[in-house]
């Protein structure tokens, strides 16, 4: 019996064991992966897309290509799980901040979304900076990192129709979708703007500029309704 239970400790013992270098070897493959992709979205804001290779990741991050393409397919592969994984650190940096009570008019509702947008663009501008380049590009054949791009842009978009859904009933499903357009193209140009002139305002902490032009917009939405609905 004695034989019996040493036998039986010493099986889940090396279950356990194997267990825990497993866990060891999955955590330190996460780390690795995302070591890499710091490397990527660092060379790929100073050099671009065409700048970016697989030899300056592997000089920049320490892991040799082999480690890389083992985690990534090609460049490609890996500037698209830059922009993905940047996208998911900006909606989860879009609820940072607090949000506005019940009894919030219009315009502190507005401006407190400008400023969700600008705070999660500072902490994860990979994204947009590095997707921006890709959208101006047009190739027979698109990227991977560019497929990837328009895709959570177009998701951006969504959310941004949802949310203003909420907060604007009486629009229609087509004034939604304008000022969620709007909204995209807006940050797309405060962005821009703030990567190509350092010593001009600072557009991105301009939410108060921000708010007033989304305003004005939503106001014009408004009375396009309302002459639509006297006709």
Do not use: C
């Not at 629009?171 to 193209?185: N, Q, R, V, W």
């Amino acid at each position: 019996m004695s034989i019996l239970i040493v036998v039986i400790a010493t099986g889940i013992e090396e279950i356990m064991s194997t267990s825990q270098q497993t866990l060891k070897k999955r955590s330190n493959g996460i780390a690795a992966r995302g070591k890499i992709l710091d490397a990527a979205a660092e060379i790929a804001s100073e050099r671009g897309y065409e700048g970016t290779s697989i030899s300056l990741v592997s000089k920049r991050s320490g892991f040799p290509a082999s480690s890389i393409y083992w985690h990534f397919k090609n460049k490609d592969d890996l500037l698209a799980a830059v922009i993905e994984r940047s996208f998911e650190a900006w909606l989860h940096a879009m609820s940072d901040l607090e949000v506005p009570g019940e009894d919030a008019s219009l315009e502190e509702v507005v401006t407190h979304e400008a400023a969700q947008f600008s705070h999660a663009i500072e902490v994860s501008p990979d994204f947009l900076r590095l997707g921006l380049m890709l959208g101006l590009e047009h190739r027979p054949e698109d990227p991977t990192a560019r497929k990837m791009f328009l895709k959570v842009r177009s998701q951006a978009f969504r959310n941004a129709v949802r949310n203003y859904g909420r907060l604007l009933p009486e629009l229609d499903k087509k004034a939604l979708e304008e000022l969620g357009s709007f909204t995209i193209a807006l940050a797309d140009g405060f962005f821009m703007s703030q990567q190509v002139a350092d010593d001009t305002l600072d557009l991105m902490g301009r939410n108060d500029l921000q708010a007033a032009a989304l305003l004005g917009v939503i106001e014009m939405l408004r009375k396009r309704r309302k002459g639509g609905k006297k006709k």
